[in-house]
């Protein structure tokens, strides 16, 4: 049960808010993942303008998204006066005419600069520490097990919206996804091939499945379906990570490692052709989720919070006791992940990908 000061939420039964703003300033995956949050407050209050503060590298996931209007990008390498000046801006909206309700799902220094420079008369977040409550007026505790119910949780127990398991939201023009077609095609994937992504990399090697590992799988699984093409992701300085993995598969053509690093949207718009993406607990499986593909996901320190619970999105781990950990090093030299043979994620693999329609372009 939670503690008499986890909730502060009198006088919210009547609120009508006409500009909203939503407060994620990192990651690109946890501002995926509030997009949710998002279309449960447009259902909510459809006549709302509702706005996002995140980070400059964060926007591109909500492009094109109908339920949001104005995107605030933070740009991190402003000065101090600068800085607060485009506080201010942001605490007044795009109109100047503030906003009524502004929601804090990350309490980072940045966003209380906003939250004191704005005058919106509900300031709302999860339960604060007691030194940063003069910031906020409302409080509420978040849910959960999974990520997004989590964020969302803070408008469930404040604003008695229903949770009704909605996916992340990514919406992708015709262009990017044209882009996508002529990618695959300079690739030689045809719809006579089941693609793949692959996510190899990860920033902490408690979350990343070794290279070698990631090879012997693709081996074994081109072995059992010939058709199959693979695409490995990768971002700024991993390019040498997917190469030692391609190189080490040496399955020629069948693995494919794209000779310019993708952008967030194209990288969307090549999984939303995908039968399948494979890979470690990061971004690029909530993509893969909000364009409606497939995901297996090699779980090493990380929890199932991250995984949406509804069909076609599954977890494979060791099973050690000491997971989820949730930490960065690993005494047992991160056994949870190099004890995670190839061979027993195979079946996984072939059965999820049995379960996909067939096909590139499927």
């Not at 996002?52 to 006066?81: I, Q």
């Not at 718009?269 to 989720?289: D, I, K």
Request: aromatic letters at 8%; one cysteine or more; glycine letters at 8%.
């Amino acid at each position: 049960m939670p503690s008499p000061t986890s909730f502060r939420t009198q006088g919210l039964a009547d609120l009508n808010p006409r500009r909203i703003l939503c407060c994620q300033l990192r990651q690109i995956g946890d501002v995926l993942l509030l997009t949710p949050s998002i279309h449960m407050l447009k259902t909510r209050f459809p006549d709302a303008r509702i706005d996002v503060f995140t980070e400059k590298k964060c926007a591109p996931v909500l492009e094109y998204n109908p339920e949001v209007g104005h995107v605030w990008e933070m740009d991190r390498s402003l000065g101090l006066l600068d800085s607060l000046k485009f506080y201010r801006r942001v605490g007044q909206g795009p109109d100047g005419q503030g906003y009524d309700l502004i929601i804090d799902f990350q309490q980072l220094p940045r966003i209380r600069w906003v939250l004191m420079l704005a005058s919106a008369p509900v300031k709302l977040s999860y339960p604060p520490p007691w030194y940063n409550r003069l910031f906020y007026t409302h409080w509420a505790p978040v849910s959960g097990p999974y990520a997004a119910k989590c964020k969302a949780g803070v408008l469930m127990n404040a604003l008695n919206l229903p949770w009704l398991n909605d996916p992340p939201r990514l919406y992708l023009s015709d262009s990017v996804r044209a882009r996508a077609g002529a990618l695959l095609a300079q690739w030689g994937v045809t719809d006579e091939n089941t693609l793949v992504t692959v996510d190899s990399t990860h920033r902490r090697a408690s979350r990343c499945w070794p290279a070698e590992h990631y090879a012997r799988l693709l081996q074994l699984a081109a072995q059992a379906r010939p058709d199959l093409r693979f695409v490995l992701l990768y971002g700024p300085g991993e390019l040498d990570v997917v190469r030692q993995v391609a190189q080490a598969a040496d399955l020629g053509q069948q693995v494919i490692v794209p000779a310019n690093m993708l952008s967030l949207r194209e990288m969307a718009a090549v999984q939303a052709v995908a039968a399948l993406h494979l890979g470690n607990c990061s971004s690029p499986r909530h993509f893969a989720l909000a364009v409606g593909t497939s995901t297996l996901t090699i779980r090493g320190s990380t929890s199932t919070a991250w995984t949406y619970p509804g069909p076609g999105h599954e977890d494979i781990c060791q099973g050690l006791p000491c997971q989820p950990c949730d930490e960065s090093g690993c005494a047992l030299n991160y056994a949870c992940l190099t004890g995670l043979a190839p061979e027993t994620v195979l079946p996984r693999l072939l059965g999820m990908l049995g379960e996909a329609s067939g096909g590139c372009g499927a």
